[in-house]
């Protein structure tokens, strides 16, 4: 039997979202915490930080099995953790448990709110694909003020990241935890997972678009056998038109195959379209010819001005020279 292809999929468009499964927990307890029944706690992390995390798991010293550091970011909209930034802290995993450099950690927190003083301590990440014991040692210094961790309405523990660099999956393990006190036991961590997404600006974008574009480059050229070109050597501005009309041709070719019966229309897709291209004023041809024509000759009366103003400059120095030497003379 032939296997059945969404018709989204076809156009490289994104499939219908199902409904997730809910995020794990590690306790008895069935909610993060009792003020986030209306507004649940969700975490937002910026790929500077994981970009970070990963070049100090690549730079760890030899032996070391995973990376530790500290997170920075603040709250925003209520119930939602910015994860903007992230640092590593030196640290030694031993039989006996985990030692970390706190003094280093104060340094580095210091040097990075000179830059950014909104930045604060908002939790701690390390790498791997599983919360060990030694994780419940770390997670209770960044509870404690030498952490300066400030505790809040909406996040009264530290939020705890775990990446997985093993790349054992296909997809890149990003996982959030938080930690919830119960009257059971006092003295037992209990880790929730909470939602996690990744935001991206429009810088990170195109800076990531950058680096992808750079990655098909290089496998390119080895495969052709020629010398990569260097990442300063391309050109963003040219990739960045060459994918905007790749776009156009692909929503071009979903609309002419909805408009003839191939494909069933999308009302989510038809939404999006429409309010991308009202987004932009619509401004007539002619109008913009007219607008970069007088535009040009502005441009040329102005350099027409200048050339004649530094003639007859020159002129004039000339002139009083002359006279000059006509008087001393």
């Not at 994860?83 to 040097?111: C, N, R, W």
């Not at 007219?290 to 350099?303: E, F, I, T």
Request: proline share 5%; net charge neutral.
């Amino acid at each position: 039997m032939a296997q059945t292809v969404p018709a989204g999929a076809m156009w490289g468009l994104p499939a219908k979202p199902n409904k997730g499964t809910p995020p794990k927990c590690f306790n008895i307890a069935s909610r993060v915490q009792k003020s986030s029944i209306e507004q649940p706690l969700s975490c937002r992390v910026h790929p500077v930080a994981v970009l970070k995390v990963l070049d100090a798991f690549v730079r760890k010293p030899e032996g070391a099995k995973r990376t530790i550091g500290t997170l920075l970011g603040w709250i925003s909209e209520g119930s939602v953790v910015d994860i903007t930034d992230s640092f590593p802290v030196v640290h030694k995993d031993t039989d006996e448990g985990v030692l970390m450099d706190q003094d280093y950690h104060k340094q580095m927190l210091a040097l990075r709110q000179k830059v950014s003083p909104r930045e604060v301590v908002v939790g701690w990440f390390s790498t791997g694909d599983e919360i060990n014991a030694t994780s419940a040692v770390i997670h209770a210094f960044y509870c404690t003020k030498e952490s300066q961790f400030t505790p809040a309405a909406v996040l009264p523990g530290p939020v705890h990241l775990l990446i997985d660099t093993s790349l054992a999956q296909q997809s890149f393990g990003l996982h959030a935890f938080v930690n919830v006190r119960t009257s059971v036991a006092e003295s037992l961590l209990q880790f929730h997972e909470v939602p996690l997404r990744v935001q991206t600006s429009t810088a990170e974008k195109s800076g990531i678009s950058q680096l992808m574009h750079a990655r098909r480059a290089t496998r390119e050229a080895q495969a052709s056998g020629s010398n990569p070109k260097d990442l300063a050597a391309l050109d963003g501005f040219v990739g960045g038109v060459r994918e905007l009309l790749s776009l156009f041709r692909r929503i071009q070719e979903y609309v002419k195959a909805v408009q003839s019966g191939k494909v069933e229309g999308d009302l989510a897709v038809g939404r999006g379209l429409t309010t991308a291209l009202c987004a932009e004023p619509v401004i007539d041809a002619s109008a913009v010819e007219n607008l970069c024509n007088s535009s040009l000759q502005d441009a040329l009366m102005v350099v027409y001005l200048s050339n004649l103003t530094r003639t007859q400059i020159s002129i004039a120095e000339k002139i009083n020279s002359q006279y000059n030497l006509s008087v001393d003379a």
